[in-house]
């Protein structure tokens, strides 16, 4: 299914007549953008003679990289030889004369060949398993912090990152149902989510989880928290079990950013990890929560020694000393995180600090995170398995 991009609505609609009900049109590249980023399918722009080149140029530049599959192809009124060369440069397959269907059909078809043997390429990256091999047993990191805004998707995201700049295989879950992150702060679109998995029921398996995945370029892998309102409630503990079994199959580790609530969902994520890493700030109020998340996860008979702490804004002055923190916690923290304002910057770009400034502070911090989870008492006696049926009991099952 080919997009047209044309400002001119006959130029494109005569463009796009011989795709026939294949083809779809855009008259600007802002659209062109939007359509692209739901659609990571897609494999063939065709640019009208009306589009702009200096746009055309760079909009296959930046593609070359983030997007090889896509193939793009170039119609022009005139063929210029210094056009020719700038087209070839910026990575353009094919630049076709206006008005020239044979030639246009002709491009496209070798334009499709090519991106499809690279768009199979792309999706052989995803990680194997299931049917052929016994598959991993990768490591399931559930971040916690019993109090929102304490850095748990910020430092997921940037953990993330940082793994997979390691070699590892690492798949990212947003389980912060109704107002996940993830998604913005890696720039994924959402075109699959969690709540694709529910048809799956109780069949879930690597073909079907395969098909939640969107990848970012860092080679990490996410499941996205769902988009429209409602779906977070079709999320059952029971589904985020069922896929927390088939991604540790699937990848080497599988990080798990949650709600600031002991939800339904977040017990399941908890029962499965094999770490715990809890997140506080320097407030007392975040300690406070650190404090009460600590007890909980005594009751619910989760051994000790699977928590990790981690302090964020660490270097935050805020009356109240390391002897405090580590008074309130019953432990030594174990790795402080410092207060940049590069951080919300980053957020906003939607590139993580591990991605674009491995060397900041901050990402060294991360980094010290990074060695905890693959630290070697990676698996603490028995996995983390509750002693008790406490939430058993209470849930009434
Ligand atoms: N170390 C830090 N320094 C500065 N700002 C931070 C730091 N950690 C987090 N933030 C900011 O705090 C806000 C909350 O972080 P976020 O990761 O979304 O928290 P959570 O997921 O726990 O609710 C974000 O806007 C982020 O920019
Ligand atoms: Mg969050």
Redesign the pocket.
Known sequence: MPIVCEPDGSTARRLVAGFREHGRTVADLKTLEQMLAADPDELIVVFGPGAPLEAVLSFAAARRFTRPSLGVVLVRTALEVNTLAQAMRAGIREVVPDRDFPALMEACKRCWEVSSRLRAAEQAQLPEGGAAGPGKDGTVVVLFAGK??CG???V?TNLAVALARRERQVCLVDL?LA????GIMLQLSPQRTIVDAVPMGQNMDQTGVRSLLVRHESGVHAVLAPVAPGDAEKITGRLVTDLLAVLRQMFDVVIV????QFSETVLAALDAADRHLLLAGPEVTALKALRVTLDMLDLLGYPAAGRKILLNRADVRAGLSRSDIDRVAGRPVNVRIPSSSDIPASINKGVPLALSHPGHQVSRAIEEVADLVLGEERRPPGRLRRRGGLRRAKAGR
């Open positions: 929102g805004g748990k998707s910020m997921s912060d107002f996940g992150d993830v950013d949650t709600p600031s």
